[in-house]
C-alpha cells in the first residue's frame, strides 16, 4: 500500500506553509498607520435625567446640569416632531474640549477639528466636545439628538432595521439634524443658498446624492429639508424619513409628498431662485483686489490673518490639495512666498486648528503664533516667519484648548479666548511671567478677542447683555463689548439687537470697530464710531463675508496702516480679498437695524405646520426640566452586549465517508459605555466537528498603554488527491483494485497572545507582543476503490501517520512612526518608519530583525517616494527556514518566479532563482507618482468612481544567507555568488472601491534575459 507516501507529500507541504508562516514579524495592530493616542486619563461620572445618562468629567458641577436640561429640552422638541420616544435612558458622552474629544475610544477612527460630534449606532451613544461658544455646544447636541432618534427609529422598529439606514441618503440624515436644530432662519446656510442662485448651480435630489463632494450634505440637506417642512408642515418630516428608509428617496417622496424626487427638485430650485433673486438687486461687487484664490491657492483659503505692517498675509490653505497648511503671502499682490508650518515637518504636532480659530502676528511682524493640537491640548507654536523655523511652544497654564489668541501692541503678552471647564473667557498670558490672568471669569461665551493699536482696550464678541433676544438654547445673539484694560471693565455695545456681531477688529485710530454681521441677513462688513456711536455698512455683497463657519475668523485688520484682508464665499470657494478701509462707502445705518429675510430658507412665510420654528421663537419661554430631579453617581462601565451576528447552515454527506458537516459561525463583541474594554469572540464551523474554530480576544484602552489578550483554537486544512494500486479484503480473498483517494491533513493551532502599544503621539507608538501556541497535526485518508472495469467497490477511512506537534513562541518589540497622506491609492506626502525586532522560539529557533524607512513628497502634479528596508533572520535555526524570495513583487518587480520557469540553462553569467533567494534581505525602491484618475484637482483625469495613478519605479534589492558570497557588482558573473539585482518600469496602481488595490505592470530586469521585459500583476495594497 503507497498511503506512507502521501502522507509524507502532505507533511513535507504542511513543513513548507509553517516556515512561510512563522516567517512574517509580529506586530500588534497594523503595520503603519496614525494612533488614536490618548495624553491623559479622564475620570468619568454620571448624571441621570429623565431621558439620559450623561457621562462627563466636570468639576464645574453647573454645566453638566445645564447639559442635563438642554438634553430634555432637545429631547421634547424632537419626540413630539417625529412622534418617536426612547424606551430607555439614552447615553450622553461629553468630553471638556475638542482636544480631548479626540482621544475618546468610543469611536475608533481619527476625529478631526471638523467632527463637532458624532452618535454611534451600536448603543446609540452621543459622543461631542463642549464647544467655545454656548450656542454652538446648544446646536451640538440638538443635531446629534436629532441622530439618535433617527438610529433609534429605524433599529428599535419591526419593519426596518439596519440595513434600512443603507436607504436613507447623508443629506436627508445631516440635512434633518441641522433644520431641526437650527431651523430655517440660518443666515449662514442661507448665504450658501444665495451662492447657488447667483452661480446658477442649484443641485437636484439625485445631485445631493450623487455628487456629495460637491453639495455639502449639510447646508444643501438643510435647504431642502426647509423646503419641504415649510410646504408640507414639520409633521411630514417622521413618515418621510420612514418611507425613505423603507423604500428609498424616490418611492418615498412619492409615497408621502405625491411628487418624486425630480418634481421636487424642480420645485425647490424656483423656490430659491425666486426667493433670493430680488436680494440681488442692490448689492455691490466686492471691493479691493483678490489675493488668494483657487489660481494660486485651494479652494478653501480661510483664516486670514494680516501683519501688523501691513505686508503680509497668513492663511491657512489645502493649496497642495492633499493637507492643511500654514503659508505666508505678499499682501499687496497675493504673490505666495512660503509654507511655514505644515505637520510633516513636526510629527509632534496632530493638527493644526483652523475650523474656528486664527493665529496671530507679533507687533514686528517678524514672527507668527498659530494654534495647534499638541498631546491632547491646543497650544501657540511660534514661528520665525523668515526661517520658518519654530521659536517656541507656549503652553498656556491653566487652559488646555485655545479657541482664538492676539499678540498685544507691546509684544508683552497674548490674549487668548480659551475654554475651560465648559466656560469661554478672556486670558491674559505674560511671556516673561509666564503667568495667566482670567479677564472675564463668567458664565458667558468670550470670542474672538482683538487688542486696540494703543493696547489699552480689547474688543470681543459675547453671548451677554440681550435677554429680548435669544437664539440656540436660550443665549444672547453674540453682541460687541470691549474692555478697558485698565479698570477691567466690560461695555456691551448696543448695535444689532438679535444679528450675531463676530469678528471686531480696531482700526489704527482706537475709534473704529470694523466687524462682521448678519443684521441685513446677509454677511457684510461694518464700521462702529466710538465717539459718533454711528454704525456705517461698508459692504452690500449678495453672498457674504465668511469662513466655513459662521465662528470662523474671516476679517483682519492691520493695526498700523488700515489695511484689511477678508474672506469672500463664491462659487463654493473661500478666497481672500485685501483693500484698504478708504476704498469702501461707508452708508450709515440705525444701530437697532436688524432684517433677516435674506438668512431665512424659503419658504418664508404661508408655512403650513412650523413646529421647528415655534420651538426656537419660544424657547424663552419653555419650561426647563427641574435639575433638582437629577441625580448624580459614580461611573458604572455597563458592560454589556454591543454586537452579535453570524450565520449558519448544515447538512450531511457521504461522499468519500466524511460524516455531518456543518457551515456557520457567530460573532459578538462586548463593551463598556466608553469602549475602555472590549471583548470579542467568534466561533465558526466549516466542515466536521474537528473543523471547529473559536477565539476569544480582551483590549484594554483605559490608559495611554493599550494593551489586550487573545486565545484561539484555529484548524487549518490541507489535502490532495491521489491514485494507487491497492488491495483490499473482499470475504476470505484479496482484491486488486484502483484506490481513488483524498488525504486531508489538519494542522491544529492552540494559540495565547499578549499585545500592547504605546502611542507617543498620533504620529509615533511602541508596540509589543508576545505568544506562544501549540501545532499539533490530524491525517484522514478517505480511500475509494473501483475493479479493473472502473466500477465501484466499496469505501473506507483511516488514520493517516501523522506529524509530532511541536510548540512555538513568538516575541517582538517595534517602534513605528506615521505622518503620511494618503492620495487615492498611495501615500503622497509624510514619512513612515518600522524598526522591529523579534523572537522566534520553541521548536524553530531563530531572530528576526526588521527595517523599513519610506519617504513621499508631492509637487504638483506629481509625488515622488523612497523607500529602504532591511529584513533578515538571524542565529539558531534561520538558515533551515524555508527562503525569503527577493523577486516578490512586493519588493522588486521583474523577478517574479514564472520568470524563471523552465531556466535549466547551466550558463555561469545569467541569474538563476537561487540568487534571489536567502535568509536576508536588502531592499531600496524609487517611485514617480502621478495621481492619474480621480478627483479633478488632484488627478490627470477627471473621475469620480475610478481613482488610480500612474507610477513610473526603479527597484533594486539584495537577497543572501549567512554562508553566501556577496558581491555588489552591477553585472552577474558567477552563480555562486549573490548580486544585487536591479529593474525598473511602470504601473498603473488601482483602488478598486475603497476595497483592495490592484496593481499590474510592466518591468525590465536589468540583471535577467539582457533585459527582457514581462508584464505581471498583483495586489499591492498601495505600494510601498
Same mark, same amino acid.
Given at each position: 500500500?503507497?498511503?506512507?507516501?502521501?502522507?509524507?507529500?502532505?507533511?513535507?507541504?504542511y513543513?513548507?506553509?509553517?516556515?512561510?508562516?512563522?516567517?512574517?514579524?509580529?506586530?500588534?495592530?497594523?503595520?503603519?498607520?496614525?494612533?488614536?493616542?490618548?495624553?491623559?486619563?479622564?475620570?468619568?461620572?454620571?448624571?441621570?435625567?429623565?431621558?439620559?445618562?450623561?457621562?462627563?468629567y466636570?468639576?464645574?458641577?453647573?454645566?453638566?446640569?445645564?447639559l442635563?436640561?438642554?438634553?430634555?429640552?432637545?429631547?421634547?422638541?424632537h419626540s413630539?416632531?417625529l412622534?418617536?420616544?426612547?424606551?430607555?435612558?439614552?447615553?450622553?458622552i461629553?468630553?471638556?474640549?475638542?482636544?480631548d474629544?479626540q482621544?475618546?475610544?468610543?469611536?475608533?477612527?481619527?476625529?478631526?477639528?471638523?467632527?463637532g460630534g458624532?452618535t454611534?449606532g451600536?448603543?446609540?451613544?452621543?459622543?461631542m466636545?463642549?464647544?467655545?461658544?454656548?450656542?454652538q455646544?446648544?446646536?451640538?447636541l440638538g443635531?446629534?439628538l436629532?441622530?439618535?432618534?433617527?438610529?433609534?427609529?429605524?433599529?428599535?422598529?419591526?419593519?426596518?432595521?439596519?440595513?434600512?439606514?443603507?436607504?436613507?441618503p447623508?443629506?436627508?440624515?445631516?440635512?434633518?439634524?441641522?433644520?431641526?436644530?437650527?431651523?430655517?432662519?440660518?443666515?449662514?446656510?442661507?448665504?450658501?443658498m444665495r451662492?447657488?442662485?447667483?452661480?446658477?448651480d442649484?443641485?437636484?435630489?439625485d445631485?445631493?446624492?450623487r455628487?456629495?463632494?460637491?453639495?455639502?450634505?449639510?447646508?444643501?440637506g438643510?435647504?431642502?429639508?426647509?423646503?419641504?417642512a415649510?410646504?408640507y408642515?414639520?409633521?411630514?418630516?417622521?413618515?418621510?424619513f420612514?418611507?425613505?428608509?423603507?423604500?428609498?428617496?424616490?418611492?418615498?417622496m412619492?409615497l408621502?409628498?405625491?411628487?418624486?424626487?425630480?418634481?421636487i427638485?424642480?420645485?425647490w430650485?424656483?423656490?430659491?431662485?425666486?426667493?433670493y433673486?430680488?436680494?440681488?438687486?442692490?448689492?455691490?461687487?466686492?471691493?479691493?483686489k483678490?489675493?488668494?484664490?483657487?489660481?494660486?491657492?485651494?479652494?478653501?483659503?480661510?483664516?486670514?490673518?494680516?501683519?501688523?505692517?501691513?505686508?503680509?498675509?497668513?492663511?491657512?490653505?489645502?493649496?497642495?490639495?492633499?493637507?492643511?497648511?500654514?503659508?505666508?503671502?505678499?499682501?499687496?499682490?497675493?504673490k505666495?512666498?512660503?509654507?511655514?508650518?505644515?505637520?510633516?515637518q513636526?510629527?509632534?504636532?496632530?493638527?493644526?486648528?483652523f475650523?474656528?480659530?486664527?493665529?496671530?502676528?507679533?507687533?514686528d511682524?517678524?514672527?507668527?503664533?498659530?494654534?495647534i493640537?499638541?498631546k491632547?491640548?491646543?497650544?501657540l507654536?511660534?514661528?520665525?516667519?523668515?526661517r520658518?523655523?519654530t521659536?517656541?511652544?507656549i503652553?498656556?497654564p491653566?487652559?488646555?484648548?485655545?479657541n482664538?489668541?492676539?499678540w498685544?501692541p507691546?509684544?508683552?503678552?497674548?490674549?487668548?479666548s480659551?475654554l475651560?471647564?465648559?466656560?469661554?473667557d478672556?486670558?491674559?498670558?505674560d511671556?516673561?511671567t509666564?503667568?495667566?490672568?482670567?479677564?472675564?471669569?463668567?458664565?458667558?461665551?468670550?470670542?474672538?478677542?482683538?487688542?486696540?493699536?494703543?493696547?489699552?482696550?480689547?474688543?470681543?464678541?459675547?453671548?451677554?447683555g440681550?435677554?429680548?433676544?435669544?437664539?440656540?438654547?436660550?443665549?444672547s445673539?453674540?453682541r460687541?463689548?470691549?474692555l478697558?484694560l485698565a479698570?477691567?471693565?466690560v461695555?456691551?455695545?448696543?448695535?444689532?439687537?438679535?444679528?450675531d456681531?463676530l469678528?471686531?477688529?480696531?482700526?489704527?485710530?482706537?475709534?473704529?470697530i470694523?466687524?462682521?454681521?448678519?443684521?441685513?441677513?446677509?454677511?457684510?462688513?461694518?464700521?462702529?464710531?466710538?465717539?459718533?456711536?454711528q454704525?456705517?455698512?461698508?459692504?452690500?455683497?449678495?453672498?457674504?463675508i465668511?469662513?466655513?463657519?459662521?465662528?470662523?475668523?474671516?476679517?483682519?485688520?492691520?493695526?498700523?496702516?488700515?489695511?484689511?484682508?477678508?474672506?469672500?464665499?463664491?462659487?463654493?470657494?473661500?478666497?481672500?480679498?485685501?483693500?484698504?478701509?478708504?476704498?469702501?462707502?461707508?452708508?450709515?445705518?440705525?444701530t437697532?437695524? &436688524?432684517?433677516?429675510?435674506?438668512?431665512?430658507?424659503?419658504?418664508?412665510?404661508?408655512?403650513a405646520?412650523?413646529l421647528?420654528?415655534?420651538?426656537i421663537?419660544t424657547?424663552?419661554?419653555n419650561?426647563?426640566?427641574d435639575?433638582?430631579?437629577?441625580t448624580s453617581?459614580?461611573?458604572d462601565p455597563?458592560?454589556e452586549?454591543?454586537?452579535?451576528?453570524?450565520?449558519?447552515?448544515?447538512?450531511?454527506?457521504?461522499?468519500?465517508?466524511?460524516?455531518?458537516?456543518a457551515?456557520g459561525?457567530v460573532?459578538?463583541?462586548?463593551?463598556?459605555?466608553?469602549?475602555?474594554h472590549?471583548?470579542?469572540?467568534?466561533?465558526?464551523?466549516?466542515g466536521?466537528?474537528?473543523?471547529?474554530?473559536?477565539?476569544v480576544?480582551?483590549?484594554?484602552?483605559?490608559?495611554?498603554?493599550k494593551?489586550?489578550?487573545?486565545?484561539?483554537?484555529?484548524?487549518?486544512?490541507?489535502?490532495?488527491?491521489?491514485?494507487?494500486q491497492?488491495?483490499i479484503?473482499?470475504?476470505?480473498g484479496q482484491?486488486?483494485?484502483?484506490?481513488?483517494g483524498l488525504?486531508l491533513q489538519?494542522?491544529f493551532?492552540?494559540?495565547?497572545?499578549?499585545?500592547?502599544?504605546y502611542?507617543?503621539?498620533?504620529?509615533?507608538r511602541?508596540?509589543?507582543?508576545t505568544s506562544?501556541?501549540?501545532?499539533?497535526?490530524?491525517?484522514?485518508?478517505y480511500?475509494?476503490?473501483?475493479?479493473?472495469l472502473?466500477?465501484?467497490?466499496?469505501?473506507?477511512?483511516?488514520?493517516?501517520?501523522?506529524?509530532?506537534?511541536?510548540n512555538?513562541g513568538q516575541?517582538?518589540?517595534?517602534?513605528?512612526g506615521?505622518?503620511?497622506?494618503?492620495?487615492?491609492?498611495?501615500?503622497?506626502?509624510?514619512h513612515?518608519?518600522?524598526?522591529?525586532?523579534?523572537?522566534?522560539?520553541?521548536g524553530?529557533?531563530?531572530?528576526?530583525?526588521?527595517?523599513?524607512?519610506?519617504?513621499?513628497?508631492?509637487t504638483?502634479?506629481?509625488g515622488?517616494?523612497?523607500?529602504a528596508?532591511?529584513y533578515?533572520r538571524?542565529?539558531?535555526?534561520?538558515?533551515?527556514?524555508?527562503?525569503?524570495?527577493l523577486?516578490?513583487?512586493?519588493?522588486v518587480?521583474?523577478?517574479?518566479?514564472?520568470?524563471?520557469?523552465g531556466?535549466m540553462?547551466?550558463?555561469?553569467?545569467?541569474?538563476?532563482?537561487?540568487?534571489v533567494?536567502?535568509?536576508?534581505?536588502?531592499?531600496?525602491?524609487?517611485e514617480?507618482?502621478?495621481?492619474f484618475?480621480?478627483?479633478?484637482?488632484l488627478?490627470?483625469?477627471?473621475s469620480?468612481?475610478?481613482?488610480?495613478?500612474? &507610477?513610473f519605479?526603479?527597484?533594486?534589492g539584495l537577497?543572501?544567507?549567512?554562508a553566501?558570497?556577496?558581491?555588489?557588482?552591477?553585472k552577474?558573473?558567477?552563480?555562486n555568488?549573490h548580486?544585487?539585482?536591479?529593474?525598473?518600469?511602470?504601473?498603473?496602481?488601482i483602488?478598486?472601491?475603497?476595497?483592495?488595490?490592484?496593481?499590474?505592470?510592466?518591468?525590465?530586469?536589468l540583471?535577467r534575459?539582457?533585459?527582457?521585459p514581462?508584464?505581471?500583476?498583483?495586489?499591492?495594497?498601495?505600494g510601498f
Amino acid at each position: 500500500m503507497k498511503k506512507q507516501y502521501f502522507s509524507l507529500v502532505v507533511r513535507r507541504l504542511y513543513l513548507v506553509l509553517l516556515a512561510i508562516g512563522v516567517s512574517a514579524p509580529v506586530a500588534f495592530g497594523q503595520y503603519f498607520g496614525r494612533n488614536k493616542a490618548q495624553y491623559k486619563k479622564l475620570d468619568f461620572e454620571v448624571l441621570e435625567t429623565p431621558h439620559f445618562e450623561i457621562y462627563h468629567y466636570l468639576k464645574n458641577k453647573t454645566v453638566p446640569n445645564e447639559l442635563g436640561q438642554a438634553s430634555e429640552r432637545w429631547y421634547t422638541w424632537h419626540s413630539k416632531i417625529l412622534g418617536h420616544r426612547f424606551k430607555q435612558q439614552n447615553p450622553l458622552i461629553f468630553y471638556n474640549h475638542h482636544a480631548d474629544f479626540q482621544q475618546t475610544t468610543v469611536i475608533s477612527g481619527l476625529l478631526g477639528t471638523g467632527t463637532g460630534g458624532v452618535t454611534e449606532g451600536l448603543r446609540n451613544r452621543v459622543i461631542m466636545p463642549l464647544t467655545a461658544s454656548n450656542q454652538q455646544t446648544d446646536h451640538v447636541l440638538g443635531h446629534e439628538l436629532v441622530h439618535a432618534f433617527q438610529y433609534d427609529m429605524l433599529l428599535n422598529n419591526d419593519s426596518t432595521s439596519a440595513n434600512n439606514l443603507n436607504n436613507i441618503p447623508l443629506w436627508m440624515v445631516e440635512g434633518l439634524a441641522e433644520y431641526m436644530s437650527i431651523g430655517r432662519v440660518d443666515a449662514h446656510t442661507a448665504m450658501w443658498m444665495r451662492d447657488a442662485v447667483l452661480n446658477k448651480d442649484i443641485p437636484t435630489v439625485d445631485d445631493l446624492y450623487r455628487k456629495q463632494h460637491l453639495y455639502f450634505p449639510y447646508r444643501y440637506g438643510q435647504a431642502l429639508w426647509a423646503y419641504i417642512a415649510g410646504l408640507y408642515g414639520d409633521n411630514i418630516i417622521a413618515p418621510l424619513f420612514r418611507a425613505t428608509g423603507k423604500y428609498g428617496v424616490t418611492r418615498g417622496m412619492l409615497l408621502t409628498l405625491g411628487s418624486d424626487d425630480k418634481g421636487i427638485s424642480r420645485a425647490w430650485k424656483n423656490a430659491l431662485t425666486d426667493y433670493y433673486a430680488p436680494f440681488m438687486k442692490d448689492t455691490t461687487a466686492v471691493v479691493g483686489k483678490r489675493l488668494i484664490s483657487e489660481k494660486n491657492g485651494g479652494q478653501m483659503n480661510v483664516s486670514p490673518a494680516l501683519s501688523p505692517d501691513g505686508k503680509y498675509v497668513a492663511f491657512i490653505s489645502e493649496r497642495n490639495v492633499i493637507s492643511t497648511d500654514l503659508y505666508i503671502a505678499d499682501a499687496q499682490t497675493g504673490k505666495i512666498i512660503k509654507r511655514i508650518s505644515n505637520n510633516f515637518q513636526r510629527s509632534h504636532i496632530d493638527e493644526i486648528s483652523f475650523l474656528e480659530a486664527a493665529g496671530t502676528w507679533s507687533p514686528d511682524s517678524k514672527q507668527f503664533a498659530s494654534i495647534i493640537f499638541s498631546k491632547g491640548r491646543t497650544n501657540l507654536l511660534v514661528l520665525d516667519v523668515a526661517r520658518g523655523r519654530t521659536v517656541r511652544e507656549i503652553e498656556i497654564p491653566g487652559v488646555e484648548y485655545i479657541n482664538n489668541a492676539a499678540w498685544s501692541p507691546d509684544g508683552r503678552s497674548i490674549l487668548i479666548s480659551g475654554l475651560v471647564e465648559g466656560r469661554s473667557d478672556l486670558y491674559l498670558y505674560d511671556l516673561n511671567t509666564r503667568k495667566v490672568e482670567n479677564l472675564t471669569n463668567d458664565a458667558h461665551s468670550d470670542l474672538q478677542p482683538a487688542w486696540s493699536a494703543d493696547g489699552r482696550q480689547i474688543v470681543f464678541a459675547s453671548d451677554r447683555g440681550d435677554a429680548e433676544h435669544i437664539n440656540l438654547g436660550g443665549y444672547s445673539a453674540y453682541r460687541l463689548c470691549t474692555l478697558d484694560l485698565a479698570t477691567r471693565q466690560v461695555n456691551v455695545l448696543d448695535i444689532f439687537p438679535g444679528a450675531d456681531n463676530l469678528n471686531p477688529q480696531f482700526g489704527p485710530d482706537n475709534n473704529r470697530i470694523y466687524f462682521l454681521s448678519n443684521a441685513d441677513g446677509l454677511r457684510n462688513l461694518y464700521e462702529y464710531n466710538l465717539t459718533e456711536k454711528q454704525v456705517y455698512r461698508l459692504t452690500n455683497y449678495f453672498t457674504g463675508i465668511s469662513g466655513i463657519t459662521a465662528f470662523s475668523p474671516a476679517l483682519s485688520v492691520s493695526s498700523q496702516t488700515g489695511q484689511m484682508v477678508y474672506n469672500v464665499l463664491r462659487n463654493r470657494q473661500y478666497s481672500v480679498f485685501g483693500a484698504n478701509v478708504n476704498q469702501f462707502t461707508r452708508q450709515p445705518v440705525a444701530t437697532n437695524q &436688524v432684517n433677516l429675510a435674506a438668512a431665512t430658507l424659503p419658504p418664508a412665510d404661508k408655512l403650513a405646520n412650523d413646529l421647528v420654528g415655534n420651538n426656537i421663537r419660544t424657547q424663552a419661554r419653555n419650561k426647563l426640566a427641574d435639575s433638582m430631579a437629577f441625580t448624580s453617581r459614580a461611573y458604572d462601565p455597563k458592560f454589556e452586549l454591543t454586537y452579535i451576528g453570524g450565520s449558519a447552515g448544515g447538512g450531511t454527506a457521504t461522499y468519500r465517508g466524511q460524516g455531518p458537516v456543518a457551515a456557520g459561525g457567530v460573532a459578538t463583541l462586548f463593551t463598556d459605555i466608553l469602549n475602555n474594554h472590549q471583548v470579542m469572540g467568534a466561533v465558526q464551523l466549516n466542515g466536521e466537528i474537528y473543523d471547529l474554530a473559536g477565539q476569544v480576544a480582551y483590549l484594554n484602552q483605559k490608559r495611554k498603554f493599550k494593551w489586550g489578550a487573545s486565545i484561539g483554537h484555529i484548524p487549518y486544512v490541507y489535502g490532495g488527491a491521489f491514485y494507487a494500486q491497492d488491495t483490499i479484503q473482499v470475504g476470505d480473498g484479496q482484491m486488486e483494485v484502483l484506490n481513488s483517494g483524498l488525504v486531508l491533513q489538519r494542522m491544529f493551532q492552540d494559540q495565547a497572545a499578549l499585545f500592547g502599544s504605546y502611542a507617543f503621539s498620533q504620529t509615533k507608538r511602541f508596540e509589543v507582543s508576545t505568544s506562544f501556541a501549540r501545532y499539533s497535526n490530524r491525517v484522514d485518508i478517505y480511500n475509494t476503490y473501483y475493479d479493473a472495469l472502473g466500477r465501484y467497490v466499496g469505501e473506507d477511512r483511516e488514520r493517516g501517520e501523522s506529524a509530532p506537534g511541536f510548540n512555538l513562541g513568538q516575541t517582538s518589540i517595534a517602534f513605528v512612526g506615521d505622518n503620511s497622506t494618503a492620495g487615492v491609492t498611495s501615500p503622497l506626502n509624510g514619512h513612515r518608519f518600522r524598526f522591529d525586532i523579534g523572537r522566534t522560539y520553541g521548536g524553530i529557533n531563530y531572530n528576526t530583525i526588521l527595517a523599513d524607512y519610506r519617504k513621499y513628497w508631492f509637487t504638483r502634479p506629481v509625488g515622488f517616494a523612497l523607500r529602504a528596508m532591511h529584513y533578515g533572520r538571524y542565529g539558531g535555526d534561520a538558515e533551515r527556514m524555508f527562503p525569503l524570495y527577493l523577486g516578490n513583487e512586493y519588493f522588486v518587480r521583474g523577478y517574479n518566479n514564472a520568470s524563471f520557469r523552465g531556466d535549466m540553462t547551466p550558463d555561469e553569467n545569467s541569474l538563476s532563482i537561487n540568487q534571489v533567494i536567502g535568509s536576508r534581505l536588502a531592499v531600496a525602491n524609487a517611485e514617480v507618482r502621478l495621481p492619474f484618475s480621480g478627483p479633478e484637482r488632484l488627478s490627470l483625469i477627471k473621475s469620480g468612481f475610478l481613482f488610480s495613478d500612474l &507610477v513610473f519605479f526603479a527597484d533594486g534589492g539584495l537577497a543572501w544567507s549567512k554562508a553566501d558570497a556577496v558581491s555588489m557588482s552591477a553585472k552577474t558573473a558567477s552563480r555562486n555568488m549573490h548580486y544585487p539585482v536591479y529593474s525598473t518600469g511602470a504601473s498603473l496602481r488601482i483602488n478598486l472601491f475603497g476595497y483592495i488595490i490592484v496593481e499590474p505592470y510592466y518591468a525590465i530586469p536589468l540583471q535577467r534575459n539582457g533585459f527582457q521585459p514581462n508584464f505581471g500583476f498583483f495586489l499591492s495594497g498601495g505600494g510601498f
